[in-house]
């Protein structure tokens, strides 16, 4: 096409030509978004389940501190699965313990395999048992994170007896 002098504007050919450009920015703008907003998503969800471990953990501790007789305690967790009719689970020692958390703020459900060891500590003095625990928890679908949040070797000594008393 041929542009007179004294036109003014742009010609179709420079018009679409733009378009193409500015509709391939855009797009590969909107892909920046829709990627972050997905490793967003997927890093809440690491968060969440590292946060369950923990609480899981320090759950455990305050039911092991707070029972002063070693050989009467029993640990609970709780499992708050839609699936779950029972939401108190005993921990069997020595034997993995399996199940699941629905996250609080939405329906995230998080499987938790829960391993405590427990080993008699005598001293002179002391008498107690030592809990080893191991936890892993990952999502239970697995489209947004496959990764495994793992806290192992976490040692707890329950109260101790004095046995001079």
């Known amino acids: 096409m041929i542009k007179f002098e004294k036109s003014k504007g742009f010609t179709l050919i420079e018009l679409l030509v733009s378009l193409a450009i500015v509709g ?3 797009l590969a703008f909107f892909k920046i978004i829709d990627s972050t907003n997905r490793m967003n998503v997927k890093n809440d969800r690491d968060i969440k389940a590292l946060n369950i471990a923990q609480s899981e ?4 501790r305050s039911q ?3 029972k002063a007789d070693n050989n009467e305690r029993e640990l609970f967790v709780y499992d708050n699965s839609l699936d779950s009719n029972d939401k108190k689970i005993e921990i069997s020692f020595d034997k993995k313990n399996e199940y699941f958390r629905i ?3 939405a329906d ?6 829960l ?4 080993e008699m500590v ?31 070797n ?3 000594l329950g109260i101790g007896k004095n046995q001079s008393s």
């Open 24 to 26: 391939t920015i855009l």
């Open 57 to 60: 953990i320090e759950n455990l």
């Open 64 to 66: 092991i501190k707070e």
């Open 103 to 105: 996250y609080e703020d």
């Open 108 to 113: 995230i459900k998080y499987k938790i395999c």
């Open 115 to 118: 391993d405590i060891k427990r």
């Open 122 to 152: 005598k001293e002179d003095t002391f008498n107690d048992y030592i809990y080893t625990i191991n936890i892993t928890v990952q999502l239970e679908d697995k489209y947004f994170s496959k990764k495994i949040t793992e806290i192992n």
């Open 154 to 156: 976490v040692k707890i």
